[in-house]
């Protein structure tokens, strides 16, 4: 099939950037559409374009580096795939595709499709883990957890920390991600010991990144790829009035 | 160079204890004036710079990718062996001691081996405290599974992300210790060489993969936990970016690399679709448990799956080894689906893939059963594949999953260049020639949880405070030389681009240095090699420029040393003239077909020394002592 | 390349640093409940129109002849109200700002119309109650009503109510705002729920429809009088007009 892009060209942090359209020509419908966005770069590159940065790494949708938001949508049409497992057999011949970065004041562009997500990074310095030192650890078994509440751990702890949900929420709100970060935690009870502290430093370190709030539009659940529930910006917002009230 | 492994001595079970006793240690309040570079931050780097930061030594880990969290044993499926016997089976130390011998077909240290076993269950402990939601029984303890046809139930698993779990355990410690300022860390930083000052390693050269920079970063010393070289096969199961760079550019420093041939091919993978493919899809081994795996009879058989009757089937694994059938070793697997294919019986719009039937066990079970058991892989495969593997047979394919070999490291996971230490898939030392499914996440966290943190102290303890700094002479050379070879690529301006290389060398080493390798195929690999390398010099078109974030060079540089790397490969490969885990010669085989060891010559660790870009290395041999197993030979009929 | 520990952003930026995002959503949730307790008292109250003169002249002496306790509730309200309105003009900007540079091409799966347009709906709700302020409690708009009193000498509210509707223009208005406040509210009753961690995925699909329940009982509930009156149904005092 034949496919008209149109992809967001940007030399680096300080420049203006503009959408530039190219043309994806003979792309098989077994490909990947990272392999498609590959099939476009050899092209370019033998062209003497300069071909188009974007992130991506394992390409088996669990890295979280792939990135691109396609046609408004992050990670593209398909719900619950990261880009890298989306594959061209969901677009048609003749289509258009619009391919930008993830946009948000605090993911800066860095080049073309690739953004700056290191105040995900710094959420998590702030917070997210349970300090406990290298040896001297119980017995594994020492501590039963109950099943259901391993599990519901379990689903917050599949976040992949790729920022679709900055991206697509209309208020770029990491609401999400640090969410997901928070009760993975709150649920176990090893967590449980820091956890009105954990709560107070990620939620001030995101406030901090300049983030948007959340209004609980759930667009960031729809585009998820690991589809990580809004359950949990729930319970981080009972987590963090526990703390502030210290009646946790 | 004589190559001392400084096993402690005494009873096996009792060498590390005593170890840990005769190590020297640092003193609480001199941590801090020793300062350590982490080159990866995957489960043992990332295990590795939080212990280390954690005992007060400053510690600055690097990564190419944007975030520790992304390094690639986040794509570990299966799970994590530990010989905890929480299920009452008769696991004990020496059981996974002995299987991991085993599985590695004797060609792999008692004593490191022995160790990873022991420290095996404190990882558990470890993950467990830190928050790691491994699955639990309705009991509240954790659950085990049996994994890779292991006779006891050893492995704890978090779903089907045990490695994306262990990681971002890992992971949690060391955003602690960055929190704290004790790790600096380095993202999106490539590691370009390495620094040696009068037989002392020193430090790194790193290039800022935003905006060009070349800096150098001095240490009193330097590990590397840089993961594997699958990647030099251009299509595996690897990320994208994994790269043997910085073990490479340690090996022209003078660091050995050992076993390089020691190549782990994964049975189960999603097929090559065509040219384009980027990279292959591993699907969990537990498939094998319930499906069957066959190719048409006849080669000229083109019918569709379902309009194949039963006798024009051969289920090649039931009918070669009937005891054990489809849940035959990889290797085994790997091989016969690869002759099936070379036969012209393959499968698919390629010719390169088998059925993987799941028709019987749906019958017998129910396609519910089916679905709980594999929903997720099945749902994968049809996300990859656009089939519906339960109305139609999948196909599977072997792909480059892991690689055993890697720098030479003694008992203490030193290299032979004082100050290195190589963690784990980077180093060779434990999985011999063929590792066991679950151990790879095991081992990676051993290394950085559990050994390092220790043989670290005894090194510095003994080395006392580098004076070298990143402003002397060694680094200012080193900083030239990677300037150089970067301007070098970006100038040649030739008509290829730097993936159609990587892809013809993947190709070279695949059909020669892949599941079956004999030596007139080798021999031409390492012709056409330095072929193909001399072409890339020449013919090499890197757009763009070095002050900017430029995927192209930052593989052109890779790719680079890949050219040279696989000689390495090849020239291993050829030289062991037997069959032994994932190696398989051709020469070497039983009259059924099976891999043949040759114990009398063959068993010591080959550790090649660099002598100059397309000159042959030389080969250094330790030999190996089996004191405590007796070597055995596998038969899977 | 590095990620520090912190990286200090001034406040002035994204102006998040007087309250956290997450006391900002929980004033949204708390003031907003109590608006909508006291929007559904003020519609049942109301909707004693229907029942005669004399019975919403009554209700309406009753509520003035509470004294202190009205105080209490107006002022209550009046704070609530200015938090309300402030904290969301706030998150509006706040929340324009966190992406300076808007997609060429954006899709919406989720996000529903009401929950795009809070801020506008809001808006729209306050002019009203600033109108309706003007209109009948303070007489501003139209002071004609001043005077009027009923047979027992009480402040005639039914035919001023009557007066109202039957202008038209009054009558379209009111109804627009009602849009506004059922707009509102089917985003807001769900959000309750999951701002203050009361939701579940059990539950979500039922708050869901409370939300689109209240929206349209609140609109027709409160639609139902101009239409009463414009239709006729209802007359003032006398059979007059």
């Keep these: ?248 | 160079m004589t190559l001392d492994a400084k096993i402690p001595s005494g009873p096996l079970a009792e060498k590390w204890e005593k170890h840990k006793f005769e190590m020297k240690l640092v003193n609480p309040a001199n941590k801090r004036k020793y300062s350590i570079i982490v080159v990866g931050s995957g489960l043992a780097g990332g295990s590795a710079a939080a212990s280390l930061a954690e005992l007060g030594y400053n510690v600055m880990c690097f990564c190419y990718q944007d975030s520790p969290r992304r390094a690639h044993s986040i794509a570990a499926q299966g799970g994590i062996n530990a010989s905890k016997n929480y299920q009452n089976d008769g696991d004990s130390t020496y059981r996974l001691f002995y299987d991991t011998i085993k599985g590695g077909d004797f060609r792999s240290r008692e004593a490191n081996v022995y160790r990873l076993a022991e420290v095996s269950a404190n990882i558990i402990d470890q993950c467990v405290a830190q928050g790691v939601p491994f699955a639990r029984e309705y009991g509240g303890l954790l659950d085990n599974r049996s994994f890779g046809g292991a006779q006891v139930s050893r492995t704890f698993y978090a779903r089907g992300q045990t490695g994306q779990q262990l990681l971002l355990g890992a992971y949690s410690a060391l955003c602690r210790q960055i929190g704290k300022g004790q790790v600096k860390m380095f993202n999106r930083a490539e590691m370009l060489d390495l620094v040696v000052v009068d037989g002392r390693t020193c430090g790194i050269v790193v290039r800022d993969m935003i905006n060009g920079k070349v800096s150098s970063y001095a240490a009193d010393a330097v590990v590397l936990a840089t993961g594997g070289y699958s990647n030099v096969f251009y299509l595996s199961t690897m990320a994208k970016g994994c790269n043997v760079t910085a073990a490479y550019r340690a090996y022209k420093k003078g660091a050995l690399f050992a076993n390089p041939c020691y190549t782990q091919i994964h049975p189960t993978c999603i097929p090559v679709s065509g040219d384009y493919q980027s990279k292959l899809t591993l699907m969990s081994e537990s498939l094998r448990n319930d499906g069957r795996i066959w190719v048409p009879k006849s080669a000229d058989d083109k019918r569709a799956p379902g309009d194949i009757p039963e006798g024009d089937r051969d289920y090649y694994l039931e009918r070669k080894y009937p005891s054990f059938g489809n849940l035959a070793p990889r290797d085994i697997s790997s091989r016969s689906a690869k002759e099936a294919c070379d036969e012209g019986r393959g499968v698919g719009e390629t010719g390169l893939g088998v059925y993987l039937d799941f028709a019987d066990a749906i019958g017998r079970l129910g396609e519910n059963v089916i679905r709980e058991r594999y929903g997720n892989l099945f749902h994968m495969y049809e996300k990859i594949t656009g089939e519906n593997p339960y109305k139609a047979p999948m196909r599977i394919y072997p792909a480059l999953h892991y690689t055993m070999g890697g720098l030479w490291v003694d008992y203490n996971l030193e290299s032979n260049l004082p100050g290195l230490f190589v963690l784990g898939e980077a180093n060779f030392s434990d999985h011999g020639a063929n590792r066991l499914g679950a151990s790879a996440l095991m081992q990676g966290l051993a290394d950085g949880y559990f050994v390092a943190p220790y043989t670290m102290g005894n090194w510095l303890a003994r080395a006392g405070v580098s004076e070298v700094k990143a402003d002397h002479a060694e680094f200012k050379k080193a900083e030239t030389d990677v300037t150089g070879r970067t301007k070098k690529l970006l100038a040649i301006n030739g008509k290829r681009t730097v993936d159609s290389f990587h892809r013809e060398l993947g190709l070279i080493m695949w059909e020669n240095c892949g599941m079956a390798r004999n030596e007139a195929g080798l021999k031409k690999a390492l012709e056409q090699i330095p072929k193909l390398r001399e072409e890339f010099w020449q013919n090499v078109l890197v757009p763009g420029e070095n002050e900017e974030l430029n995927q192209s060079l930052e593989r052109a540089g890779r790719v680079a040393d890949y050219l040279e790397f696989g000689e390495v490969v090849c020239q291993d490969a050829l030289t062991r003239t037997e069959s032994c885990g994932g190696h398989f010669r051709e020469e070497s085989q039983t009259k059924e077909g099976e891999a043949m060891r040759d114990d009398k010559h063959f068993t010591h660790v080959s550790a090649w020394e660099f002598k100059g870009v397309g000159k042959a290395p030389e080969l250094h041999k330790e030999q190996l002592k089996f004191e405590n197993v007796e070597l055995a030979t596998r038969s899977y009929k | 390349m590095t990620t520090t520990a912190t990286k200090t952003i001034p406040a002035g930026i994204a102006g998040q640093s007087s309250y956290s995002s997450i006391w900002k959503k929980i004033l949204m949730a708390v003031t907003g409940i109590s608006f909508m307790g006291f929007v559904a008292g003020h519609m049942i109250g109301n909707l004693q129109l229907f029942q005669g003169q004399e019975k919403l002249n009554d209700y309406a002496e009753l509520l003035h002849h509470l004294g202190g306790l009205l105080w209490i509730v107006r002022g209550t309200l009046l704070i609530f109200l200015a938090i309300h309105v402030w904290t969301g003009i706030r998150l509006y900007f706040q929340n324009w700002s966190a992406r300076p540079i808007s997609y060429k091409r954006q899709e919406s799966i989720e996000t529903g119309l009401t929950s795009k347009t809070m801020i506008w709906s809001g808006l729209g709700i306050l002019l009203y109650v600033v109108y309706h302020l003007l209109h009948f409690t303070f007489v501003v708009t139209n002071p004609e009503y001043a005077g009027l009193t009923d047979a027992a000498g009480r402040l005639d509210v039914y035919s001023m109510v009557i007066l109202g509707f039957q202008n038209y223009l009054i009558s379209g208005v009111y109804i627009v705002a009602m849009l506004a406040l059922a707009f509102h509210i089917n985003h807001a009753l769900p959000s309750f729920f999951q701002t203050l961690g009361l939701n579940r995925p059990s539950v979500r699909p039922w708050l869901k429809r409370l939300g689109t329940l209240a929206a349209l009982l609140f609109f027709f509930g409160y639609c139902s009088m101009p239409a009463a009156v414009l239709l006729n149904i209802i007359k003032l005092p006398g059979g007059g007009n």
């Design chain 1, 1 to 248: 099939m034949n496919l008209t892009l149109y992809v967001w060209r940007q030399k680096n942090a300080s420049d203006k950037g503009k959408m530039e359209r190219y043309d994806a020509r003979d792309i098989s419908s077994h490909m990947s559409f990272l392999e498609m966005l590959d099939v476009v770069n050899e092209d370019l590159t033998e062209k003497g374009i300069e071909p188009i940065a974007f992130d991506h790494d394992c390409r088996e949708g669990i890295c979280g580096m792939c990135s691109l938001m396609i046609n408004g949508i992050a990670h593209g049409p398909e719900p619950g795939t990261t880009v890298c497992q989306l594959h061209m057999r969901h677009f048609k011949d003749g289509d258009s595709i619009y391919i930008e970065p993830w946009r948000a004041r605090a993911f800066p562009v860095i080049k073309d499709l690739i953004v700056d997500r290191s105040a995900f990074e710094r959420i998590q310095h702030a917070g997210g883990f349970i300090s406990i030192n290298t040896g001297g650890a119980p017995d594994a078994n020492a501590l039963p957890i109950a099943k259901k509440k391993a599990d519901l751990a379990m689903d917050a702890a599949a976040c992949i920390g790729c920022g679709a949900c900055v991206a697509s929420c209309p208020n770029a709100s990491a609401m999400l991600f640090v969410s997901a970060k928070v009760t993975q935690f709150a649920n176990l009870p090893q967590g449980r010991i820091e956890a009105a502290e954990r709560v107070q430093k990620m939620v001030a370190q995101m406030d901090l990144e300049g983030f948007g709030n959340c209004t609980n539009h759930y667009e960031c659940e729809a585009v998820c790829p690991k589809e990580i529930n809004i359950r949990f910006i729930g319970q981080m917002n009972r987590e963090f009035m526990k703390a502030k009230t210290g009646l946790g």
